[in-house]
């Protein structure tokens, strides 16, 4: 038997305990401590949820103990008892991760309620059709979440009710229906389980405990997590708390709120309440809500008391608070407070504006934006001609900004087999729910008929940056037809629509996009970023139009030009089957001076897009089958073009075939074996430079990059090549033109010996997304096949070729950047693999001392920002 602790009172409790407790507890704890009104409760810790899994998903005797414990003296504080017939105590029981992960998991409400303590609840608070409210309610959670009784059977009996009574809301039912329906709850329950209800309030307990444990493992958690880079040994807490009832008539209520509005950033209060509901009617979209301005008007001194503690805990927490609140007969209560999911327009602003206000410095502020959300701002907006034509066929609330476009799904699968398939879709919904996170995440926008500001779908497409329009009551939606209607007209799978998420207007159309701007906040923000970050963020760009657009977003040079993306080219092509098909070098030699030239003026361009911006170009590196047909049809076509044999032809297609092309005649060893291909592209780069230098007068030292290398000769052959044609170059131009020749570090063996290559090379250039291929033993393309599988069984929590795997390939990067140093203390280091562009990986090289990284355009802003938060982490 251990000692530890894993039960906590809330008054036990603080906000420095958020590893223990989890976002919810600490928080929990923190307002009680502030004198916050609270309902009082305890959390079991994260620690219980870890030994729950490390004990074969099983609640352990001393962790049940405690809990009767905290019980125990839960009783005491609030004069009730937990399943007595004389003053019964009911509590929720609900998650609490140590970051937010809204709607993700499991809760609970009114456990404790059962046959017997529902008329004693009855009689206590007169009021009969409230005490079997919140039975049928409670049944229907438990059934769902702890038993795995699907939800959509409750709803269905529901619907009968009202069907046969006449009503809309569920609120129009009373007493004597809710007992019927109690009763068919109850029945379903034993034909769906086999067993009656459970009537003991302990096992009760016990069970919903083990199923927010649970929740913490089902599949649309470890989506999540994996989405958000969540580790899955942190575990969840639960949260046990007295339950408070916003549905016991017209002076009870229930809501969600903000301290700003979590799509602008707008200092303004920002929430909705439902009266007689509870917390799940605000958040599931089944009634639409009030907002909090009319409690101004029905309530004014819970108002002025509501407003005085959201201004308390957003200064005590230096940011914008998401709050859950319920009103019982007149008193007020608050359930819970967090940092609040926000859109990325409105992160910008509230973080700007937070250091406007004094409560933040630029570095604490700095930390407030996810870098990853800086991503939906740096895809296109619709076109404001097209839009301007456009007609708007239905309107619903602006749940989170941005443009989506495409055909319509009507259901989380289809939205993500369609998008598999390279389809642009949008997600349509009467209303989402946590169970369609892969469909939201595959879908360009969402589009729902129920629900706020404050729905499932909103906090959620807002935490991705997805665009969302919410509570669009103008469209009817038949999810059996998967159809569509708007004011007569139906809409069906093949339809396009398309979404603005600023204003909630709906188009039944195709609108075209338009690039983004980084100007105001985000320009602000941005430029603190860039004063705080050591590290360097250069692109991935093989084409002047990709470099100037991430000049745009604040490149500061290129980390990887592929020069084999410009010989795809249509007016190129045929010159490089030329060149691989020829017979001998001076047939090669040939072929290469017709690309010589093309080349050449790519370069130019490149230069001239970058000023005096440092420029990473790397030689040929794919192997030479893949710019030749494989059919015998194309072979054909081909051999006649070029007044080949078909024999011919099929003869050096069959010769060039690799069993393993990822680790075939690739790379410098296309150098070895063809040195007249490496001297085309040196000469091409060089007078480029000199070109570029003479007619713009920029200083440019050119980086050639040689790749692949896993022995040092071999990159001392091909580096002599390089210095040759180089040299000859700059002496015959007359210029004082400096370069540098380096390496990519993409194979093991390279990082084994990179002291050794660092004698050759004047910088090393990461690899990781061969350097991680090489090392699992698995490449990208094959990879999808089974990574799901591996999810599924915890062998993998991520990707490893979209979140650098810092166990293994990181360290070879660390050893490789040490061995290199130790050879040459001012070589120059960066990666430019995937991976530059994803924040973990570049707090990962901004903590080993790499000198860059590299990435794709669009991802530039979201490096620049995890490189100024891995300083302002570093400095702590």
Same mark, same amino acid.
């Given at each position: ?47 219980? *949820? ?9 609640? $352990? ?81 438990? @059934? ?22 006449? +009503? ?27 067993? &009656? ?64 509005? #979590? ?112 991503? $939906? ?6 076109? =404001? ?15 989170? #900004? ?22 642009? %879709? %949008? ?29 499932? =779908? ?13 509570? *669009? ?73 990709? =470099? ?18 410009? !010989? ?34 790519? !370069? ?50 069959? @010769?060039?075939?690799?069993? &393993? ?6 790379? *410098? ?21 000199? *070109? ?24 001392? !052959?091909?580096?002599? /090549? ?22 990519? /570090?993409?194979? #093991? ?13 004047? !910088?090393?250039?990461?690899?990781? &997304? ?27 929590? $991520?990707?490893?070729? $979209? ?5 293994? +390939? ?14 040459? #203390? ?27 990284? @590299? ?22």
């Amino acid at each position: 038997m251990d000692n530890k602790k894993y039960v906590y009172l809330f008054s036990e409790g603080n906000a420095s305990m958020r590893n223990l407790l989890g976002g919810k507890g600490a928080n929990l704890a923190e307002m009680t401590n502030l004198g916050i009104p609270v309902p009082k409760g305890f959390t079991v810790s994260t620690e219980a *949820c870890n030994k729950y899994y490390d004990d074969g998903k099983m609640i $352990s005797k001393e962790i049940m103990t405690e809990v009767e414990e905290k019980m125990v003296q839960l009783e005491e504080i609030t004069g009730m008892k937990f399943g007595s017939l004389d003053n019964p105590l009911l509590v929720s029981v609900r998650s609490g991760a140590r970051v937010s992960m809204p709607g993700m998991m499991d809760t609970i409400l009114n456990l404790g309620l059962n046959d017997e303590t529902v008329e004693v609840v009855a009689k206590k608070t007169n009021n009969p059709r409230f005490a079997y409210d919140s039975y049928r309610r409670f049944i229907q959670m438990f @059934s769902d979440v702890v038993m795995g009784v699907e939800k959509r059977l409750f709803e269905k009996l529901i619907d009968e009710a009202k069907e046969r009574k006449g +009503v809309q809301y569920d609120t129009e039912l009373d007493c004597n229906d809710l007992k019927e329906l109690v009763l068919k709850f109850k029945e379903l329950y034993k034909k769906e389980m086999g067993e &009656n209800f459970p009537q003991d309030a302990k096992t009760q307990l016990i069970d919903a405990i083990t199923a927010v444990f649970r929740s913490w493992d089902n599949p649309r958690a470890i989506v999540y997590r994996r989405l958000n880079d969540i580790p899955g040994n942190w575990g969840t807490a639960v949260n046990v708390q007295q339950m408070v009832f916003g549905n016991k008539g017209d002076t009870s209520g229930t809501g969600v709120a903000f301290s700003r509005n #979590p799509s602008t950033g707008e200092k303004k209060l920002f929430a909705e309440y439902l009266m007689n509901a509870q917390g799940e009617d605000v958040v599931a979209g089944i009634r639409t809500p009030q907002p909090i301005s009319k409690l101004k008007d029905d309530m004014p001194e819970i108002y002025d008391q509501f407003v005085k503690i959201v201004d308390k805990l957003e200064k005590h927490y230096k940011d914008m608070q998401d709050m859950e609140f319920t009103i019982e007969e007149g008193k007020l209560y608050f359930l819970q407070t967090r940092n609040g999911k926000r859109t990325a327009q409105a992160a910008l602003k509230i973080a700007v504006d937070l250091v406007a206000e004094g409560m933040l410095t630029k570095e604490e502020a700095i930390l407030k934006v996810e870098p990853k959300q800086l991503d $939906s701002l740096l895809h296109p907006t619709f076109n =404001a001609k097209e839009l301007k034509s456009a007609e708007v066929i239905a309107k619903g609330l602006p749940a989170s #900004p941005g443009a989506a476009c495409g055909k319509i799904a009507f259901t989380a699968e289809e939205a993500k087999e369609r998008s598999d398939a390279g389809e642009d %879709v %949008v997600l349509v919904r009467l209303e989402t729910s946590p169970e369609d996170i892969e469909g939201m995440i595959a879908a360009e926008g969402i589009l729902t008929v129920r629900g706020g500001m404050t729905s499932h =779908a909103a906090v959620v497409a807002r935490g991705m940056g997805a665009c969302c329009v919410a509570g *669009c009551g103008d469209i009817k939606v038949n999810e059996e037809t998967k159809t569509m209607s708007v004011n007569g007209k139906v809409y069906g799978c093949e339809d396009y629509i398309s979404l603005d998420g600023n204003t909630g207007n709906v188009y039944g159309q195709a609108i075209s996009p338009e690039e983004p701007q980084i100007s105001g906040e985000f320009a602000t923000f941005m430029s603190w970023a860039d004063e705080i970050r050591a590290l360097k963020v250069r692109t991935n760009a093989d084409s002047p139009r990709d =470099a100037r657009q991430a000049v745009k977003f604040g490149a500061e040079g290129i980390g990887l030009c592929r020069t084999e993306h410009m !010989f795809f080219a249509e007016d190129r092509i045929s010159a490089v089957r030329e060149m691989i098909v020829a017979k001998n070098v001076e047939e090669r030699k040939k072929a290469l001076e017709k690309l010589l030239p093309m080349q050449r003026e790519d !370069f130019i361009g490149i230069y001239e897009a970058m000023e005096e911006r440092p420029v990473t170009i790397r030689l040929l590196d794919p192997p030479l089958h893949e710019f030749l047909p494989h059919d015998d049809e194309d072979i054909r076509d081909l051999a006649k073009e070029m007044g080949l044999t078909f024999e011919d032809l099929k003869n050096t297609v069959e @010769s060039l075939h690799e069993f &393993n092309p990822m680790m075939g005649h690739r790379g *410098c060893r296309l150098a070895v074996s063809y040195p007249e291909i490496a001297e085309m592209q040196v000469r091409a780069i060089i007078e480029a430079a000199i *070109c570029v230098k003479e007619k713009c007068s920029y200083n440019i030292i050119p980086e050639i990059m040689i790749p692949l290398v896993g022995e040092v000769k071999e990159l001392k !052959f091909v580096k002599d /090549i390089a210095v040759k044609v180089a040299d000859e170059i700059i002496k015959e131009k007359g210029t004082d033109m400096k370069y540098l020749i380096g390496t990519m /570090i993409e194979i #093991p063996r390279a990082a084994l010996t990179a002291d050794e290559i660092a004698k050759e090379a004047e !910088f090393f250039s990461f690899g990781t &997304n061969d350097l991680t291929q090489m090392t699992f033993g698995f490449s990208r393309d094959d990879a999808g096949k089974f990574l799901n599988d591996y999810y599924e069984r915890k062998i993998y929590e $991520s990707d490893p070729f $979209s979140k650098l795997d810092q166990n293994g +390939v990181g360290k070879l990067v660390e050893m490789a950047a040490v061995k290199g140093r130790s050879t040459r #203390p001012n070589i120059k280091l960066g990666i430019c693999g995937e991976h530059g562009g994803d924040p973990s990986s570049v707090e990962f090289c901004h903590n080993i001392g790499l000198n860059y990284v @590299s990435c794709s355009p669009f991802r530039v802003p979201v490096a620049r920002l995890a490189a100024a938060q891995a300083q302002v982490k570093n400095k702590r």
